[in-house]
């Protein structure tokens, strides 16, 4: 178990809407056609993201002053990394596919993929794709000030290809795509057969990339389990004083075929956001659970 104490659900308290500067700019990106999905010119779009706001709000930007909860998530990702680049304690397939999500919701698993995602691309030997995976309630691009459009949906019913949906940003290093074009059949979608090619796809077009997938509460559907099939690393969020023992046990026992589970107790103090923990318990492993202690 991995204990940290940083705001649950922050990301429902940043406010919705594109900042300044966030209009979409159309730019010209060289990538290999996709062999499984629709083909078209191949584009790409730009967004700026407001660092300063997003850093107001407690999240990992490049160029800010150095917090505690900067220093959390360079010890939450280092293992994660690790294995991602096989550079880990044992060889993890699909190591570089790393899915977040919780039990419930309100857990803070979108915060969490996130910074994550932010944190991530602040290295300088690897790039991070960050997926809004929760197609029914997604909130990847409202946590950062974006306005919606097309994204992974719409690339699994083939209305877009993928170098179309993808966003840049304003951080070198870090792509976004969208959960796209919600329906009634969304949920459905997620656990298709073309959702598989899909991940497939992204593996061999993007494989020096590692993706982290924002996905939707285990409990609640069973696309986040048959996602999480596909997935090399999976950290679970569970929110101190909220999440049940036995939702825990429950979630845990649905992603039990993972190689690498991790658990991310995360705990707010009161309402302010201003006092963070600095110690971790960490709790994932290969084929058997393995503990030990880090601090920030």
Same mark, same amino acid.
């Given at each position: 178990?991995?204990?940290?104490?940083?705001?649950?659900?922050?990301?429902?308290?940043?406010?919705?809407?594109?900042?300044?500067?966030?209009?979409?700019?159309?730019?010209?990106?060289?990538?290999?056609?996709?062999?499984?999905?629709?083909?078209?010119?191949?584009?790409?779009?730009?967004?700026?993201?407001?660092?300063?706001?997003?850093?107001?709000?407690?999240?990992?930007?490049?160029?800010?002053?150095?917090?505690?909860? %900067? &220093?959390?998530? @360079?010890?939450?990702?280092?293992?994660?990394?690790?294995? $991602?680049? !096989?550079? /880990?304690?044992?060889? #993890?397939?699909?190591?570089?596919?790393?899915?977040?999500?919780?039990?419930?919701?309100?857990?803070?698993?979108?915060?969490?993929?996130?910074?994550?995602?932010?944190?991530?691309?602040?290295?300088?030997?690897?790039?991070?794709?960050?997926?809004? %995976? &929760?197609?029914? @309630?997604?909130?990847?691009?409202?946590?950062?000030?974006? $306005?919606? !459009?097309? /994204?992974?949906?719409? #690339?699994?019913?083939?209305?877009?290809?993928?170098?179309?949906?993808?966003?840049?940003?304003?951080?070198?290093?870090?792509?976004?795509?969208?959960?796209?074009?919600?329906?009634?059949?969304?949920?459905?979608?997620?656990?298709?057969?073309?959702?598989?090619?899909?991940?497939?796809?992204?593996?061999?077009?993007?494989?020096?990339?590692?993706?982290?997938?924002?996905?939707?509460?285990?409990?609640?559907?069973?696309?986040?389990?048959?996602?999480?099939?596909?997935?090399?690393?999976?950290?679970?969020?569970?929110?101190?004083?909220?999440?049940?023992?036995?939702?825990?046990?429950?979630?845990?026992?649905?992603?039990?075929?993972?190689?690498?589970?991790?658990?991310?107790?995360?705990?707010?103090?009161?309402?302010?956001?201003?006092?963070?923990?600095?110690?971790?318990?960490?709790?994932?492993?290969?084929?058997?659970?393995?503990?030990?202690?880090?601090?920030?």
């Amino acid at each position: 178990m991995m204990h940290s104490e940083f705001p649950a659900d922050m990301h429902s308290d940043v406010q919705s809407g594109a900042p300044a500067g966030s209009e979409f700019a159309m730019a010209t990106a060289s990538v290999h056609s996709p062999t499984t999905f629709r083909s078209s010119p191949t584009t790409s779009r730009r967004v700026e993201l407001d660092l300063e706001r997003l850093a107001a709000a407690h999240f990992v930007t490049p160029g800010s002053p150095r917090t505690r909860i %900067a &220093d959390q998530y @360079r010890v939450i990702k280092r293992p994660l990394i690790a294995n $991602a680049l !096989g550079k /880990g304690a044992a060889p #993890v397939a699909h190591g570089n596919r790393i899915m977040v999500t919780s039990a419930l919701p309100g857990e803070g698993k979108t915060f969490t993929a996130v910074n994550l995602a932010l944190s991530i691309a602040a290295e300088l030997d690897t790039t991070v794709m960050l997926v809004d %995976a &929760d197609v029914g @309630r997604p909130s990847v691009l409202k946590t950062l000030g974006l $306005a919606p !459009g097309p /994204g992974l949906l719409d #690339v699994l019913e083939g209305r877009a290809t993928m170098p179309e949906v993808l966003l840049r940003t304003n951080i070198d290093k870090l792509t976004l795509l969208s959960a796209g074009t919600l329906h009634d059949r969304a949920t459905e979608v997620l656990a298709s057969d073309g959702m598989h090619a899909l991940l497939q796809e992204v593996a061999q077009r993007y494989d020096d990339r590692i993706i982290v997938f924002d996905s939707p509460p285990l409990l609640l559907t069973t696309e986040a389990r048959a996602l999480a099939s596909h997935m090399g690393q999976i950290i679970m969020v569970v929110r101190a004083g909220r999440t049940s023992q036995s939702d825990v046990q429950a979630a845990l026992a649905t992603i039990e075929f993972c190689p690498v589970k991790l658990l991310l107790l995360n705990q707010a103090r009161g309402n302010k956001f201003d006092t963070y923990a600095s110690e971790y318990k960490y709790g994932y492993g290969y084929e058997q659970e393995q503990q030990g202690e880090q601090a920030s």
